[in-house]
C-alpha cells in the first residue's frame, strides 16, 4: 500500500514566523492530500486538501504545495499565531476511500 | 449537528476482558474506520466498511474486530485485550463518490489495558 512520511516530528517557531510541514508519498496513483489539524484532546480536524490535478491551494494564512514529479507535498503557514499550535498530519489517497497518514508534526508557536 | 460519535471516551479494563468501543454518524455516510494513534507512529488504520456488512482489514488489525449491521454503527470490539493495544483510538466516516471526499473523526478513545 501507499507509505507517507513526514517531517519533521517536531517543530517550534516564533510567532508571525513561517511553518513549514513537509510529505513524500510512494504510490504514484494517489490523487488527494488532505492535511488535518490535530488539538490536545480532540479529533483530527481537515484543514485544507489538494488534488493531484492542482499544483497549490491557498485558504488564508495557510497553503498546500504539491509536486507530483516528486511525489512530495507541503503544507505552509504564515503569520504563525499561538493557537496553531497543534499536531498537523498530512495523508495520501488512492482511488479508493482509504486515507494513509504520516506520522505527524508537533507545532508549537512560542508567543 | 454533523458528527461521528465515540463512547466512552476513556477506558481502562485489564488483560483479556472484552470490551467494544462504540461509533456512530448522523452524515448517512457510506465508509467508516477505524485508527489507533500511537507516539511516533501516526494514525494507523485497523478496519474499515465501505458499507452495510461489508468489512475489510487495514494495516494493523490483529487482536480486534468490527460489524457493520447498520449504516450508522461501526463499533470495535476487542475480545482479549492485551497490553499493547494500549492506545487512543478515532473513528471516522466518510461519503464514497469522488477521490476527495473528506474524512470526519471522531473525538477518540483513550484506551489502557492493564
Known sequence: GENVEQHP?????????????KCT??????????????????????????????????????????NKTAKHFSLHITETQPEDSAVYFCAARTGANNLFFGTGTRLTVIP | EAQVTQNPRYLITVTGK??????SQN??????????QDPGLGLRQIYYSMNVEVTDKGDVPEGYKVS?????????????????????????SSRIGS????????SGTQLSVL
Open chain 1, 9 to 21: 516530528s517536531t517543530l517550534s517557531v516564533q510567532e508571525g514566523d513561517s511553518a513549514v510541514i
Open chain 1, 25 to 66: 508519498y510512494s504510490d504514484s496513483a494517489s490523487n488527494y492530500f488532505p492535511w488535518y489539524k490535530q488539538e490536545l484532546g480532540k479529533g483530527p480536524q481537515l484543514i485544507i486538501d489538494i488534488r493531484s490535478n492542482v499544483g497549490e491551494k491557498k485558504d488564508q494564512r495557510i497553503a498546500v504545495t504539491l
Open chain 2, 18 to 23: 472484552k470490551l467494544t468501543v462504540t461509533c
Open chain 2, 27 to 36: 452524515m448517512n455516510h457510506e465508509y467508516m474506520s477505524w485508527y489507533r
Open chain 2, 68 to 92: 457493520r449491521k447498520e449504516k450508522r454503527n461501526f463499533p470495535l470490539i476487542l475480545e482479549s485485550p492485551s497490553p499493547n493495544q494500549t492506545s487512543l483510538y478515532f473513528c471516522a
Open chain 2, 99 to 106: 477521490a476527495n471526499e473528506k474524512l470526519f473523526f471522531g
